[in-house]
């Protein structure tokens, strides 16, 4: 099976290198996106981004600037996947997704280690709750009702009257005194599939119940290892992802640097995607002179320009990746490790064959 | 290679030098000079002064806490961006790994300690001191609020039981030294505990915060460990906490002890806002207490963020932010604030912390004793260091900036009143030399035959803010990576570490134990040296024991 295609067909591996440097020498706005990576994979595509006067952007950047939005304007109060089974007394699951992005959610989360009592609410599922059953207690269910929920638990949290709340205002004075009365209580919420107003109001809510007691959010982190590029674009750039360095230096803006919207508005002519831990194809809509590395190319509309098979990070090869259940950068073994390329090893490959930087 | 400095002002206290000189260096390493050996390259330093790499002992550059700082605050840049190969224009500096090693090496400073790196969160921080260029780093583990420590006291296991612990997580996390913060506060703070003091006890373990420290005051020193225990101590930041250093200090009781920023703890209650500086009280008790150790953590004005595993403090300075935001984290058996500050000339306790720090400086009479901290970021970003060296060399200079702060300020501190005047020597002796021996690195911090080449020149000017800014030749390990203020070549140094000796049954035990209380094994926060992702990126330096 070819490891490397050039326009569709399959080609040597340093026939696609070649094609794909050239493919961004020629570029006067590369977006580097996707970004499904590990650490080593990351660290290379910023350099890449660094050297071209590319921009940075990972396929679940919406969901992170969500969180990210909420710090940053406000601040926010987290703790650990590990301190959150350990400590919670009170476990207040929040809006749909959850065990989409943690699978392992239940059986982290559910019951204490130490035996000790925790209660478990679940606000606006949504759809499903998994097979959680009586466990866990549902508190309303459309998610679109969510922020006025949140906002009307705030005000009775705080002991001030609150509007017209979606759920009956007994129940809702109930959960209130309840939170309120928690040792440890914990805000578990996943911002893939949650509105920004809705987070900041949660961020809020579990800000105000410290003024009495200790209480706490975990947020769960998008796939694709999202978090832990974020971390490293944090680092080596100063900033989070949708940073470019078109001007020589890394600047931030998340509506700027949004590879989606480069790409459809053509500002954007030629695209690296990278999307290791499973085929995912981009997500824009405008087609542009594409280099892709991914283990196959399954879902892609048509043949990028340039593709390359790359192994899949913690399983082809080792990793750095963040992991769910400690929400640390953790070393994952690959145990046997295949012959396939790792993404950092491509893109080392493609930035050496780039004209040297131009003397500015 | 065979490189000659030449007829330079050689300050190079651990060798008692000072006067006109040359320093040789061959490759790496700097050597006698050659009986009768021809330089390959010789740099003429006539007029200029030529010490060895500055040491920073306590320097938050590096890990979780300090990325979140970087996320929660996009608008936030290094204050300067002096040391920028100048290709293009820039605003000022970002906040990044490769600026941090710039910046530094621009300054003449070649080795840099991140002083909290948190056990479980040991892989991203070193990930962190592998991607700054140019400088040499260390890392200081964080004990003190483990569950597992905290057992240890609670049932009063013996002495060897928590060495080898703290041999263990030393190792697994690669690091320096061993640092304490707020000892217990941490883990107090998550029963809702909102003040901790150092005979407070922590809830469910019913251990104190001074057994903690004296604990580990002991283990680090049964160890051999070169760095002895590193304290950040309780209340930090709060009027009247002078009584809380003064315990402390007392409770080193003669074994070795650095206590950490003690400017944040510099503080009384006189005055009509009960707020002054108690510095001259804690100085007196620092030059008394001889087996202690300090840093500063000096203030400086302007916009910074703070960046702390003291979780309470952050907590409790919260509403104090500026701009209004934060992050309080609960992190496993640990936890961390990121608080933006911006410190204020016209404040009045701003300046009351700005003059304490310099007060700590200037009436410690020995210069190997007190260090040169801005616990950056917390204090002042590191790339203010510049202006604190020519503040503590010109008492003019002081002059001139107490006659534009608060009057009532002023006149709660010594600080007018002290006319010490730091030598370059002096200088020297508390970046250089006296560094390299607190954390047992005996080839840095000096110009003697087998160090390390790492060498800063500087041109003396009257403006020392302008001099220490810019240094007009930095070589790292030999290699000449400054000139003039500029980043030239960009190498990577490696990261610093120990590696004491254990019992082999403290790996079984700990496996034991992560799987019992995390469901998890231990590998999850190891630092394996291929995940670094450099070649040969950690230099172990020997134990005493």
């Known amino acids: 099976m070819a490891d490397a295609w050039v326009r569709g067909q399959p080609a040597t591996l340093e026939r696609a290198i070649t094609e794909a440097a050239k493919l961004l020498q020629q570029s006067r706005l590369p977006v580097i996106a996707g970004l499904g990576t590990d650490v080593a994979g990351a660290r290379a595509a910023i350099a890449l981004a660094r050297r071209v006067g590319g921009v940075i952007d990972h396929m679940h950047s919406a969901a992170l600037l969500r969180d990210l939005n909420a710090m940053r304007e406000g601040g926010m109060m987290i703790t650990t996947p590990n301190e959150a089974r350990l400590r919670a007394d009170l476990l207040l699951l929040v809006g749909p997704g959850l065990l989409e992005v943690w699978p392992e959610l239940p059986a982290r989360l559910l019951a204490r280690p130490d035996g000790g009592k925790r209660r478990i609410v679940w606000l606006c599922p949504g759809d499903g709750t998994g097979n959680l059953g009586a466990a866990v207690e549902t508190i309303g269910k459309d998610p679109a009702e969510l922020p006025v929920l949140l906002a009307a638990l705030r005000a009775r949290c705080a002991g001030r009257p609150a509007g017209k709340p979606p759920i009956d205002a007994q129940k809702l004075d109930a959960l209130a005194a309840d939170l309120t009365k928690s040792h440890f209580g914990v805000a578990v919420w996943s911002a893939a599939e949650q509105d920004e107003i809705a987070l900041e109001m949660l961020c809020g809510l579990v800000k105000d119940l410290n003024a009495t007691t200790r209480f706490t959010g975990l947020p769960l982190v998008p796939p694709d290892n999202a978090a832990a590029v974020q971390q490293a674009s944090g680092w080596l750039t100063g900033f989070p992802l949708r940073t470019g360095f078109a001007r020589g230096y890394p600047e931030h803006d998340p509506w700027r640097f949004d590879a989606i919207r480069l790409v459809d508005s053509g500002e954007a002519d030629c695209a690296l995607w990278i999307s290791a831990f499973r085929p995912t194809p981009p997500a824009w809509s405008h087609d542009l002179p594409t280099i892709a590395l991914t283990p196959t190319l399954d879902g892609f509309r048509r043949p990028p320009e340039v593709a390359i098979a790359v192994g899949r990070p913690g399983v082809d090869h080792d990793a750095v990746e963040h992991l769910p259940a400690t929400g640390t950068l953790t070393a994952v073994s690959a145990g046997k490790s295949s012959s396939a390329l790792a993404v950092a090893t491509a893109i080392a490959r493609i930035t050496a064959v780039l004209p040297t930087a131009e003397p500015c | ?347 009045f306790y701003n300046a009351v912390q700005w003059a304490a720090g310099l007060e700590l400086f200037l009436l410690t009479d020995d210069p190997s004793r007190v260090f040169f901290t801005t616990d950056h970021p917390n204090g002042a970003p590191f790339t203010s260091y510049p202006d604190i060296f020519a503040l503590l060399m010109d008492r003019d200079l002081r002059a001139q900036w107490m006659a534009g702060l608060p009057k009532e300020a002023m006149e709660l501190t010594t600080l007018p009143s002290i006319a010490r005047e730091y030598t370059l020597n002096e200088i020297a002796t508390m970046t250089r030399a006296a560094p390299a021996r607190l954390l047992g690195l005996k080839d840095r911090g000096h110009l003697g035959a087998g160090a390390l080449a790492d060498i800063a020149v500087y041109t003396p000017a009257r403006d020392k803010a302008h001099m220490f800014r810019a240094a007009a030749l930095v070589f790292k390990s030999g290699q000449l990576v400054v000139r003039d203020g500029a980043v030239i070549a960009e190498s990577f140094g490696r990261t610093v570490t120990v590696a004491p000796a254990r019992e082999r049954t403290i790996e079984k035990r700990m496996r034991e134990y992560y799987d019992q209380r995390y469901g998890l094994s231990p590998d999850f926060f190891m630092v394996p040296e291929a995940a670094v992702g450099r070649p040969d990126p950690f230099e172990a330096v020997p134990c005493s024991i």
């Open chain 2, 1 to 347: 290679m065979l490189t000659r400095l030449a007829n330079g002002h050689v300050i190079d206290p651990a060798h008692g030098r000072d006067g006109i000189g040359d320093v040789w260096l061959r490759d790496t390493r700097i050597v006698d000079a050659p009986p009768a050996g021809k330089a390959d390259a010789t740099y003429d330093v006539s007029g200029k002064i030529v010490m060895a790499g500055a040491i920073d002992i306590h320097s938050h550059i590096a890990g979780n806490n300090e990325n979140m700082g970087r996320l929660l605050l996009p608008e936030q840049r290094y204050a300067s961006d002096f040391s920028h190969p100048g290709h293009k224009p820039q605003p000022r500096g970002a906040w990044n790994t490769g600026e941090t090693g710039r910046l530094y090496a621009a300054m003449g400073f070649t080795t840099v300690v991140e002083p909290a790196v948190l056990p479980h969160q040991a892989l991203q921080a070193h990930l962190e001191l592998a991607d700054i260029p140019i400088i040499d780093k260390a890392a200081l583990t964080v004990l003190g609020n483990d569950d597992f420590l905290l057992n240890l006291l609670r049932r009063k296991e013996s002495a060897e039981a928590l060495r080898d612990y703290v041999a263990w997580t030393l190792a697994n996390s690669r690091g320096l030294g061993v640092k304490v913060i707020n000892a217990g506060g941490a883990a107090a703070f998550k029963d809702n505990v909102r003040s901790f003091a150092l005979d407070d006890e922590v809830p469910g373990y019913g251990v104190s915060s001074r057994a903690i420290v004296k604990a580990l005051q002991q283990a680090v020193n049964d160890l051999g460990l070169p760095h002895p225990l590193h304290v950040h101590c309780n209340n930090l930041g709060i009027a009247g906490n002078v009584e809380t250093a003064l315990a402390t200090i007392k409770a080193a009781e003669g074994l070795p002890l650095h206590l950490a920023h003690l400017q944040f703890y510099s503080y009384g209650k006189e005055g009509p806002r009960g707020f002054s500086s108690a510095a001259a009280r804690l100085a007196e008790a620092v030059n008394a207490a001889k087996s202690v150790t300090v840093d500063v953590g000096q203030v400086m004005f302007g916009q910074t963020v703070t960046i702390s595993c003291d979780v309470l403090r952050q907590f409790n300075a919260r509403n104090g932010a500026r701009p209004k935001k934060y992050v309080i984290f609960d992190g496993d058996s640990n936890g961390a604030g990121i608080v933006p500050y911006d410190y204020r000339r016209t404040d």
